[in-house]
């Protein structure tokens, strides 16, 4: 079955250490993100690639760093950088759509990180 | 800058109750409105995408409908397997390219009880 699969579902950290969220998707789909989901809150975009090579950043993108050496992959590391880094974080991906057509991302499972 | 407000935070219902949720926003040239249910501990599961107002598209007991400042995810008699976290989501016109800029509102809270 195609989908997306983050991984670990679950993530401890000390801080001050950097961490690697790793997220993976066998869709096919050109664009990929990254988001982050707080309590009451809604989710904000961290970063999002179109295509391989290049990614921009997004709305929170302060202590985090991205790559995109491979269609299929776009891993987030967290850096000690990131003041409030325990949060829920999911990976999203979806086609880009002919001449800026809109469509729906389809998300991970989510990687819970807990930094202490 | 785009907002979406979802209301209530949090839905209580008995099995069968009829009820809607709503999501107002502001968005500068709506290009799409998504809806999303998530489950505790997992990622958000794609349900309807609503692009012009009037538009309506139903999924089983869902039906969510779109005018120019809300839309409304109505359920039809729901039942237990229904609980979850509605999310709404809208993607305005911006200048150059703007896939997967969603504003997300914080979600409502859905409860069913059998």
């Known amino acids: 079955d195609g989908g997306i699969t983050q991984s670990p579902k679950y993530l401890f950290r000390k801080e001050g250490q950097n961490v690697t969220l790793s997220c993976e998707q066998n869709?096919?789909?050109?664009?990929m993100y990254w988001y982050r989901q707080d309590p009451g809150q809604g989710l904000r975009l961290i970063y999002y690639s179109q295509i391989v090579n290049d990614f921009q950043k997004g709305d929170i993108a302060e202590g985090y760093s991205v790559s995109r050496e491979k269609k299929e992959s776009f891993p987030l590391t967290v850096t000690s950088a990131q003041k409030n880094p325990t949060a829920f974080y999911l990976c999203?991906?979806?086609?880009?759509?002919?001449?800026?057509?809109?469509?729906?991302?389809?998300f991970g499972n989510g990687t819970r990180l807990t930094v202490t | 800058e785009d907002q979406v407000t979802q209301s209530p935070e949090a839905l209580r219902l008995q099995e069968g109750e009829s009820s809607s949720l709503n999501c107002s926003y502001t968005v500068s040239g709506l290009r799409g409105l998504f809806w999303y249910r998530q489950d505790p501990g997992k990622g958000p599961e794609f349900l309807f995408t609503l692009y012009s107002a009037g538009e309506e598209k139903e999924k089983e007991r869902l039906k969510a409908t779109l005018t120019k400042k809300e839309s409304f995810l109505h359920i039809t008699a729901p039942k237990p397997e229904d609980s979850a976290t509605y999310l709404c989501a809208v993607i305005g016109l911006v200048g150059g390219t703007s896939y997967g800029k969603l504003t997300f509102g914080q979600g409502t809270i859905l409860t069913v009880h059998p």
């Open positions: 869709l096919n789909h050109d664009a």
């Open positions: 999203a991906s979806s086609i880009v759509g002919p001449r800026g057509g809109v469509s729906p991302l389809h």
